[in-house]
């Protein structure tokens, strides 16, 4: 072996030794930067970090239904509890008022109560449209848009009469499940049905009607339209004519402040 091939050999045994020593000393460097950052992560406690996520933003925002959505779902309501109390009233038959009935217990308490609240009567497709409507949130979306006490006070009237339908005899309540169906209609006699007729058409009609004039005529010959397209038969068989067509409270309102 020559003198100049030594040479070179010795060189790359040397070179390959070297690179072995840095790339040692990387990982250890590595080592202990990871060794300090798991020392000092622990010492953050989680709750400070679900608590920063937990801070509100300033500018969230609610998104609101548009207007004339709330006042078709709230005549909704309305012709519902026209076209039930007819029934309770009116029905040739004990089983058709017993159904209508229980329709309005039902109904009532799909409104009101919980989402997460199990509902009786799956089989009545009313229930379920009912508790689609969404009414508790329709209702908050109208306040906003008429940023007007008396509107503040027509959602809670109304929240507070469809609860008592529920809860008027003390057999269920808006906070727990519904009892068995059998057990509603086991419990079923004359003065409730009245009862139950009377809070439609003394409470529950004329506050869904003053909620929807609230906003003026021409808002609701346009919900009323809307409604008599695309739900004909949610419209009840009699309708209430009044003899004379009176201001809104809402165009009364505006006139107040125009002067």
């Given at each position: ?33 990871l ?32 207007l ?123 003065s ?39 739900y ?15 201001p ?7 006139k107040?402040?125009?002067?």
């Amino acid at each position: 072996m020559t003198i100049s091939m030594h040479f070179w050999l010795m060189t790359a045994f040397l070179l390959t030794a070297l690179v072995g020593v840095v790339d040692g000393l990387t990982l250890n460097r590595r080592s202990i930067l990871l060794g300090s950052a798991s020392a000092i992560l622990p010492s953050i406690h989680p709750s400070l970090v679900q608590e920063a996520n937990a801070i509100p933003l300033p500018f969230e925002k609610k998104d609101r239904r548009q207007l004339e959505l709330c006042l078709v779902n709230v005549l909704r309501v309305q012709y519902w509890a026209m076209k039930v109390a007819d029934i309770l009233k009116n029905a040739p038959t004990d089983d058709q008022k017993k159904k209508a009935y229980l329709e309005v217990r039902l109904g009532a308490k799909a409104m009101v109560a919980d989402k997460k609240i199990k509902i009786g009567g799956g089989s009545l497709l009313s229930v379920i449209t009912l508790r689609g409507l969404q009414i508790k949130d329709c209702l908050d979306d109208l306040k906003y848009y008429a940023k007007n006490k008396k509107m503040d006070q027509y959602r809670d009237d109304l929240i507070e009469s469809l609860a008592s339908l529920v809860e008027f005899d003390g057999l269920e309540t808006t906070q727990d499940p519904s009892p068995r169906s059998t057990l509603t209609l086991g419990m079923y006699n004359e003065s409730k049905n009245i009862y139950v007729q009377r809070m439609l058409t003394e409470r529950i009609i004329p506050l869904t009607d003053q909620t929807v004039n609230y906003f003026g005529k021409d808002q609701r010959i346009k919900c009323e339209g809307y409604v008599e397209q695309f739900y004909p038969r949610e419209l009840p068989a009699k309708k209430i004519i009044q003899e004379q067509v009176k201001p809104t409270e809402g165009e009364e309102i505006n006139k107040q402040v125009e002067q």
